[in-house]
């Protein structure tokens, strides 16, 4: 099992290029999320989906949007990229986020995709 | 305000040398303590998850505990390859949401 792949792993994008950053996972998750990631600060989760078809904001997902067309891939999506964006993306997976009572299940996460906007 | 602190932000131990991690929380309704550790330039790995006050799990040289108010990574005669930072993550409720709030890490350093 490939677990948890992300393309591209580097780019470098101009202010106002948009892109797309592709999640995979091998897994049969139903969970999926977008973080990013920068320096003193923990991971920020942007967007995240509970299945198929469905996505829902996170804590930073302004200037982001995401599609989750197949069970197994999560697309995030820059439209306007600014240099605010510049960071580490990473995707990750979950069997489950409980959200009574239990907890979150672990989360697998990818290599995670190098961005700089310029 | 910072609801989930790491201490130290860096630790450089010679190989063998025992110590601690402290990821400490300020919001009160844990639903669960995550570990992970995460090598340069690559994802997140998961490491452990506690979920109640007085908790312990161990895997290899590492010994994640519990308390109300905060967790300890204990690593116990760490070699070079425990080189890592290390990451908490607290499943809390705020403001009537859940969250998984991540600290900043630990960057530890063994030397040989």
């Known amino acids: 099992n490939a677990g948890v792949t992300q393309t591209p792993k580097f780019r470098v994008l101009k202010t106002g290029q948009s892109m797309t950053l592709l999640c995979a996972q091998d897994?049969?998750?139903?969970?999926m999320y977008w973080y990013r990631q920068d320096p003193g600060m923990g991971l920020r989760l942007i967007h995240y989906s509970v299945g198929e078809g469905t996505t829902a904001k996170g804590e930073v997902p302004d200037g982001y949007n995401v599609s989750r067309l197949k069970k197994q891939n999560f697309l995030l999506g820059l439209e306007s990229a600014a240099p605010s964006q510049t960071s580490v993306y990473f995707c990750?997976?979950?069997?489950?986020?409980?959200?009574?009572?239990?907890?979150?299940?672990?989360?697998?996460f990818g290599p995670g995709t190098r961005l700089t906007v310029l | 305000e910072d609801q989930v602190t790491q201490s130290p932000e860096a630790l450089r131990l010679q190989e063998g040398e025992s110590s601690s991690l402290n990821c400490s929380y300020t919001v009160s309704g844990l639903r669960g303590l995550f570990w992970y550790r995460q090598d340069p330039g690559k994802g997140p790995e998961f490491l452990f998850t506690l979920y109640s006050a007085g908790e312990e799990k161990e895997k290899e040289r590492l010994k994640a505990t519990l308390t109300k108010k905060e967790s300890f990574l204990h690593i116990t005669a760490p070699k070079p390859e425990d080189s890592a930072t290390y990451l908490c993550?607290?499943?809390?409720?705020?403001?009537?949401?859940?969250?998984?709030?991540f600290g900043q890490g630990t960057r530890l350093t063994i030397n040989p």
């Open positions: 990750a997976s979950s069997y489950s986020m409980r959200l009574a009572g239990s907890s979150y299940n672990e989360q697998f």
């Open positions: 897994m049969n998750h139903e969970y």
């Open positions: 993550a607290v499943h809390m409720l705020i403001q009537g949401a859940q969250k998984l709030v």
